[in-house]
């Protein structure tokens, strides 16, 4: 978290990483990937109705409800498309560790995050920028071909990688792996927050206004999919319709920002870099509540 307000701190230092940002978001999918046994994760399909219809909750139905709840709202089109985007993203990376932490269903939270990082690449841009009608600056196609090359080129390389290594091998250096993805994750925080200063101190009030949105969105998401999922999807039960709630709240922004053009609306990029606070802070203020809400 403290990598968000160096990059406040240190304009100079965001504006040297903001190149790399790609290239942190392709290692840190490689590094969750790497970890993963996806035969374990086939093998672990015990409940298919439950992640399907988390799946397809988060992909298609919450940016449809956004969609639906910003026709009432008026804010700027760049926001609106952000918050659009946010809502058909496919899972946080650190989902499936927070939630065993959390005590929550983490083969639950380790299928969805696999199924829907490889489908993102098709159902967010067909989602998102044509049945919503959003102009990026590039073609569904040009989209859904960025994602694809980023996401398929990671879990290629992270399957190759495993063979080689042996799963043992991978274990044992999980910590090895974790640190690397923190150093990641920081230069990442880092190199997100360029530009951001500059409008904190020439417009404070609209970043205000972009940061209560992002706190809302990430604790709106989450409440209202565990609601829907505790009392619309049948034996889903407490703890799996918490854990619903907070895959469905913890969006992966950076893998969105890692495709857009340059030429894209300003507030995008602001969003998800606002988008860092509550997803590095959160986790926090959750722990607590998940476990009273589990007893």
Known sequence: AGGVFLGLLMPGLAAELRPYLTEAVWGLL?????????RDVVERMRRPILVIALTTWMLVITPLLMTAILMGVELPPGLEAALILTSASSSLFSAPTLGIMFGLDGALLLIV????????????????????????????????????????????????????????????????IEAVAVVLLIGFAVGIMDGVTERLVGDPAYIALVTAISFALYGGMMVVSYVVFLFAVP????????????ISGTRNLAIILAVLPASVDPDLPLFFAVGQFPIYIMPIVLKPVFRRLLK
Do not use: C, N, Q, Y
Not at 134 to 156: C, I, K, N, Q, Y
């Open 30 to 38: 490689f590094l969750a990937m790497v970890r993963i046994e996806f």
């Open 113 to 176: 995050l696999v199924i829907t990082t490889l489908l993102v690449p098709i159902t967010l841009p067909l989602v998102a920028l044509t049945l919503l009608g959003f102009d990026m600056g590039a073609d569904p196609l040009t989209m859904m071909g960025r994602m694809s090359a980023l996401v398929l080129s990671s879990a290629a390389a992270a399957i190759v990688a495993r063979k080689l290594m042996g799963g043992p091998r991978v274990e044992r250096s999980a910590t090895f």
């Open 235 to 246: 034996g889903a039960g407490r703890r799996a319709a918490i854990s619903a709630g907070f």
